[in-house]
């Protein structure tokens, strides 16, 4: 079972609701502090282009994060990918919403989102979510047919992964070929600020009554230890 990687993570004694998509009421996330997921040994590095708008960086850790702190007041951890790569991560205070939303409305783009998480979404291992968050970002950035090494968006200088281009690009190809097909019990969020990199994150229940949105967490007990661990890695790269 790969969980199908269920991407909310949060203390065994913490209880989450999120309000439903299309309610009135919106859900706010404050972020405390954020982390890379794999920021040693060896981290995945990259330098990340946008062709429009024309901007460069180099030395960019191509991984998920946590982000640290509380939605709607109730304590939690969550594992995300980035979904903007215009804006440096940092604490700060987020609306979540959904990432149908997010995306305009682009139902088919929404799909390959959700069949590329349904996929791949992690955590897994360094190499196979730093492969998922390149994915992200040209699904995010470009439109097919995907290419993480060309396009509106690309990658090179790639450090410690020779196969992360290759991977992400298989990733990006199957999640079009399963859009629509997969995917459809997760409920995909971001938390955007203005400010700060947008967070990809979600979960994996179907869409429940408003009365009960509780969160499901699979498989994450074992993670504690090295949850805190990773609470006190602060992020420390900047995109410049």
Not at 94 to 110: M, Q
Not at 152 to 173: E, G
Not at 181 to 207: I, K, P, Y
């Amino acid at each position: 079972m790969n969980l199908l990687r269920t991407a909310m993570l949060m203390s065994a004694t913490s209880a989450l609701s999120l309000m439903a998509v299309g309610q009135a009421s919106a859900s706010t996330l404050t972020v405390s502090s954020v982390g890379v997921v794999y920021p040693s040994p060896s981290p995945v590095t990259a330098s990340i282009h946008l062709v429009s708008p024309s901007i460069s960086y180099s030395s960019v850790y191509v991984s998920p994060q946590y982000l640290n702190g509380t939605l709607d007041n109730k304590a939690v951890q969550l594992f995300g990918y980035c979904v903007d790569i215009l804006h440096e991560s940092g604490p700060g205070t987020f609306n979540v919403v959904s990432l149908l939303d997010y995306l305009g409305g682009n139902t088919a783009k929404y799909n390959q989102f959700a069949a590329l998480i349904a996929a791949a979404g992690g955590p897994a291992n360094k190499d196979a979510d730093a492969a998922t968050q390149a994915a992200v970002w040209d699904l995010m950035y470009d439109n097919g047919p995907y290419d993480v090494a060309s396009g509106n968006f690309w990658i090179n200088n790639v450090q410690n992964d020779p196969s992360l281009i290759s991977s992400a690009n298989s990733l990006l190809a199957q999640a079009v070929t399963n859009a629509g097909a997969a995917g459809s019990d997760l409920q995909l969020f971001v938390a955007e600020n203005s400010s700060r990199q947008d967070m990809l994150f979600w979960t994996t229940s179907a869409v429940p009554e408003p009365a009960s949105w509780a969160m499901m967490l699979v498989g994450f007990g074992i993670m504690g230890a090295a949850m805190r661990s990773r609470r006190k890695q602060e992020m420390k790269f900047s995109l410049a």
